[in-house]
């Protein structure tokens, strides 16, 4: 079946360095790529998206680059702070908006040490 | 602003019986309702989109008449898990998206289903 693979599971990295996410996807139809933070304990929120038609996209410290020959996108956050210590999931989905056959990565715990 | 809520924040229920469960868009009108499930320490999967006054998209391996979604209104959306098993014991939560807003999206806090 389609699936959403997520690399690393585990991320730990120094107050300031760049930490990055990738995950790539097996339905070549999906248009639709967001990412989700989610804190220990706190609801999920959606932190950067882009659809297929778009290479980058930035965000202030984050930013989202997808490759759709190769069929993979990447999570990059610059000058990371404790804050950004989270579960960050990626997604693909086959509607350009956000619902009908959304498949999840199964997260990257990011751990930025002080 | 944008403020989800889900009601109730925990229920234990027997197995057989059904069980509701709310979502709320707070200070937003929401056209687009997304309802998921959460296993501990695990990824989220989307079960269904639901657009007002539409019936629910379900995702594949879903069970529509297990899992009735109802979006009556732009502040409202429910779950309803029919005839629970505690194989469907699990952290159910809603996002909802604005009027308008093509990609955003705001989740509720959860709502944690025990079936005994």
Known sequence: ?114 | GAVVSQHPSRVICKSGTSVKIECRSLDFQATTMFWYRQFPKQSLMLMATSNEGSKATYEQGVEKDKFLINHASLTLSTLTVTSAHPEDSSFYICSARPAGGRYEQYFGPGTRLTVT
């Open chain 1, 1 to 114: 079946g389609e699936n959403v693979e997520q690399h690393p599971s585990t991320l730990s990295v120094q107050e300031g360095d760049s930490a990055v996410i990738k995950c790539t996807y097996s339905d070549s139809a999906s248009n639709y790529f967001p990412w989700y933070k989610q804190e220990l304990g706190k609801r999920p929120q959606l932190i950067i998206d882009i659809r297929s038609n778009v290479g980058e996209k930035k965000d202030q410290r984050i930013a989202v680059t997808l490759n759709k020959t190769a069929k993979h996108f990447s999570l990059h956050i610059t000058e990371t702070q404790p804050e950004d210590s989270a579960v960050y999931f990626c997604a693909a989905s086959l509607s350009n908006t956000g619902g009908f056959k959304t498949i999840f990565g199964a997260g990257t715990r990011l751990f930025v040490k002080a």
